[in-house]
């Protein structure tokens, strides 16, 4: 118990303080959501009555208290742009971001766990070698580069899939999967191939314990001693590095939107912080900083699932 | 009116097709009714009358709001909702005679009240500084249902012109509520959906007063990347791509038997801006050395694949009084030199800040390397576009240099106020500005011509090239503007051929 009050404790002040730092950041960045509203049309007079308009010419911290007071009640506030509420806006993005992401994982595992137990398997033949090089070659690509050629290969070349944009599930389900295949793909085979190498390495330092050569004795033949025996026990580093990717999948999925012209999270990120739309940015970090936090606390406890050691303590 | 979130590049044509071969595949993925446009930026909202950027016009203008006058690709004025116009001998008053058959996409009758409260809307609701050219207007009232009379406190020819843009577009008095997200207006489309962050759709206006349009639907994409507008129109997931970023990317598309490439005029004039209050620019001598020591001819071929073309004055082919070549400096790297030993400028340091913009970067490492040969110490800043560079630059004029495509068009007046980021003051210039304003429509060219030559032998700035109007379309698509004249990109006349 005390262990989840900790945990959200962390969060709270997480998010506290990386909120404060960003509104903070943006604040001193020159430029403001007004000037850049009123572009090129702008005269100073103008300037000031949009910014008392939009309450940007207050006190940095009455801003963020007014903010902060709002967001307790699950306001997320106004774009000073597009005068739309940010909160509904958020969920949107979120959901295609989160289409994007948890099928780029997916991609990456069913890539990782054949491709690792094999290159364990394989261990010091040719055929091991020749996986574990292939991983280096997918860690060695960006997830951009990767995008890239994907794009050109299946949608300029073959024009099998289409190059960008993106329908909502609810709207065509077969058009939505037809326009996250490219993506998907090229979020998953980076993350795969660095997936691989852990799920090998980790597969490699099982089968030297002495567990594995007892059921090896008792007759287990070896590839069944290796998912029965090795899996479970090589599946706490798998999972820390899998957490660990996850976040890193969520930031780096703003890239593949760009990419492929998808409109998530990052997507709104940036228009957020080009037209120095600090509420909509700040609502969007809020939301990131919580997932990834969500994501290690999951990880967390998949351990106790995972070891029975751990739950003692 | 000013420079632009991204040069407004919108149509032109020309069709000058290119070579052949490459990759095929994916084209005529299309229905005959149906076209979808790729293009840059994307719009904040759909409300021209409080938010910035020409995404918006360029969306909505002359598609889904009509003027009372509009501009043809010739850059003439012609009868938009008002069948025809009378200017009044002073110049002072202009009646306009609305057509009695038109209907805006809420139901109701486009009728004399809504133009005048259309007019005064303006006056009222509109934050945006080019509202002012409505200041001018001392009363716009009813005449009868079909008859507006506006009465000007001055002769203005530029306000008719205004009124072909997005300031003079006729809203219906019950249809503006919600103009941020349902725009309505009497064009020949409307707004079916907005996808923010990808696409804009419009539909046929099945009530529409005029031709009937060929496209039942144009779906507007957006693209943040420009590779991906590239692919996306290889693929054929658009059918047109409405802006070329790079003219070299041109040789992507030089498959005769898919795409048409689409090489115009535009409105938008990049400007070596230098700040003249400040030195050395405070001395005509050095601004017309730096005129003097630009090849830009060299740097148009180097940063533009030689697309574009060279002017000499913030004018386009477009402005009736356009005067071509005569206001250019010839490239004369000794006079250069010259002029500016006369200065005692020579080595002088120059904080040149420009857009973190792909264009002004590529230019502005020309200008550096040219300027360097007459002796001229350039040091580049590329700052972030919009919020900094508009921060910095334009509000507070803090700069030596800069580059930035001034895209509106008929924007001669930013060289008339001292307070504009040029910190140009020549009451000569104004006054002639003023005099072409309020002379005869055959007057005001010949003074337009005069002040723009002055802004020209003054060096108020120098002229880099004017933006080509570069698209790249599907091969059987016709009736695309060429050149980009006033803000709307128009599909009204847009059809695809023999299908």
Redesign the interface.
């Known amino acids: 118990m005390s262990h989840v009050v900790r945990r959200t404790a962390t969060l709270l002040v997480s998010v506290v303080v990386a909120s404060f730092v960003v509104f903070a950041f943006l604040a001193v960045l020159p430029g403001n959501a007004a000037e850049v509203a009123l572009g090129t049309n702008a005269t100073p007079a103008a300037v000031a009555r949009l910014s008392r308009e939009f309450g940007t010419d207050r006190p940095l911290l009455v801003q963020y208290a007014d903010w902060a007071q709002g967001l307790l009640h699950g306001d997320f506030g106004t774009s000073y742009v597009t005068h739309e509420a940010i909160g509904p806006r958020i969920a949107n993005r979120f959901a295609v971001t989160v289409w994007l992401v948890a099928g780029g994982m997916l991609v990456a595992l069913l890539l990782a766990l054949p491709a690792g137990v094999l290159a364990a398997a394989w261990h010091r033949t040719g055929r091991g070698a020749l996986l574990s090089g292939l991983s280096q070659v997918g860690i060695a690509v960006p997830a951009f580069l990767a995008g890239i050629l994907l794009v050109y290969a299946f949608a300029v070349r073959v024009g099998a899939l289409p190059a960008g944009g993106y329908t909502p599930l609810a709207e065509d389900p077969q058009d939505w999967a037809r326009h996250l295949v490219l993506p998907w793909l090229s979020l998953g085979l980076v993350q795969g191939a660095v997936l691989t190498r852990y799920v090998r390495s980790a597969l490699l330092s099982v089968q030297r314990q002495d567990f594995m050569r007892t059921a090896r004795a008792k007759g287990v033949r070896r590839w069944a001693a290796l998912c029965r025996h090795g899996l479970p026990n090589a599946a706490i580093p798998v999972v820390t590095v899998l957490g660990l990717q996850l976040s890193n999948l969520l930031v780096g999925a703003i890239v593949v939107e760009r990419v492929f012209v998808i409109p998530g999270l990052g997507d709104l990120l940036l228009r957020g912080v080009q037209d120095r739309d600090l509420l909509l940015v700040q609502g969007v970090v809020v939301v990131l900083v919580v997932a990834v936090l969500v994501v290690n606390l999951v990880t967390d406890l998949l351990y106790r699932v995972l070891d029975p050691r751990l739950r003692s303590r | 009116?000013?420079?632009?979130?991204i040069p407004a590049l919108t149509l032109s044509a020309a069709l000058v097709t290119v070579t052949l071969a490459g990759?095929g595949?994916?084209a005529d993925r299309h229905s005959t009714d149906a076209l979808t446009v790729g293009l840059v930026a994307e719009p904040?909202?759909l409300d021209f009358s409080t938010?910035?950027?020409a995404a918006i016009p360029q969306a909505l203008l002359g598609n889904v709001y009509e003027g009372l006058v509009r501009i043809d690709q010739q850059g003439r004025i012609q009868p938009g909702l008002a069948k025809s116009y009378d200017r009044s001998a002073d110049g002072r008053t202009y009646t306009f005679h609305l057509r009695n058959n038109v209907k805006f996409t809420n139901g109701k009758a486009f009728t004399a009240d809504d133009a005048v409260f259309s007019i005064n809307r303006v006056r009222t609701v509109w934050?945006?500084?080019?509202a002012q050219q409505m200041d001018d207007v001392r009363s716009a009232t009813k005449v009868d249902a079909d008859t507006v009379k506006v009465t000007l406190k001055r002769p203005s020819n530029n306000w008719l012109y205004s009124m072909t843009t997005r300031i003079g577009a006729m809203y219906s008095r019950d249809g503006v509520s919600d103009l941020?997200e349902h725009p309505v207006g009497t064009g020949p489309f409307e707004v079916e959906s907005w996808?923010?962050?990808?696409?804009l759709v419009l539909k046929r206006n099945t009530g529409y007063w005029g031709a009937r349009p060929a496209l039942d639907t144009v779906t507007l994409?957006?693209?943040?990347?420009s590779?991906?507008l590239n692919?996306?129109m290889?693929?054929?997931?658009i059918n047109v791509l409405g802006a070329v970023q790079a003219p070299e990317t041109l040789s992507l598309f030089k498959d005769k038997s898919r795409f048409q490439v689409i090489d115009g005029s535009s409105t938008s004039e990049v400007v070596l801006s230098m700040n003249n209050s400040r030195k050395p620019f405070q001395d005509k001598r050095v601004r017309q050395a730096v005129r003097y020591a630009i090849d830009h001819e060299a740097l148009l071929k180097t940063t533009r694949a030689g697309r574009g073309t060279l002017i000499g004055s913030q004018e386009s082919p477009s402005d009736p009084w356009y005067a071509g070549a005569s206001n250019r400096y010839p490239y004369d790297p000794a006079k250069a030199k010259r002029l500016l030993k006369e200065a005692g400028a020579e080595g002088t340091s120059i904080r040149m800040r420009i857009p973190n913009l792909p264009y002004a970067v590529s230019a502005a490492q020309v200008v550096q390397d040219q300027l360097a040969q007459v002796g001229l110490k350039v040091r580049i800043e590329p700052l972030?576009f919009?919020?900094?560079w508009?921060?910095?630059v334009?509000?507070k004029a803090d700069y030596d240099m800069s580059i930035i495509a001034h895209a509106e068009p008929r924007d001669q007046w930013i060289f008339a106020d001292p307070h504009y980021y040029f910190r140009y003051d020549n009451p000569a210039y104004a006054r002639l500005l003023q005099k072409a304003d309020a002379g005869s429509p055959q007057e005001a060219s010949a003074d337009y011509r005069r002040a723009l030559k002055l802004l020209s032998q003054d060096a108020a700035a120098d002229w880099l090239y004017l933006v080509p109007n570069l698209m790249v379309a599907d091969k059987s698509l016709r009736g695309l503007p060429v050149n980009q004249v006033g803000e709307g990109l128009e599909f009204a006349g847009v059809r695809w051929s023999g299908k």
Request: glycine fraction near 12%.
């Open positions: 009116m000013p420079p632009r979130r990759c595949s994916g904040a909202t938010t910035d950027g934050k945006l500084k080019i941020k996808q923010r962050g990808d696409s994409k957006y693209f943040k990347d590779g991906a692919n996306a290889l693929a054929g997931d972030e919009p919020a900094r508009l921060s910095e334009f509000d």
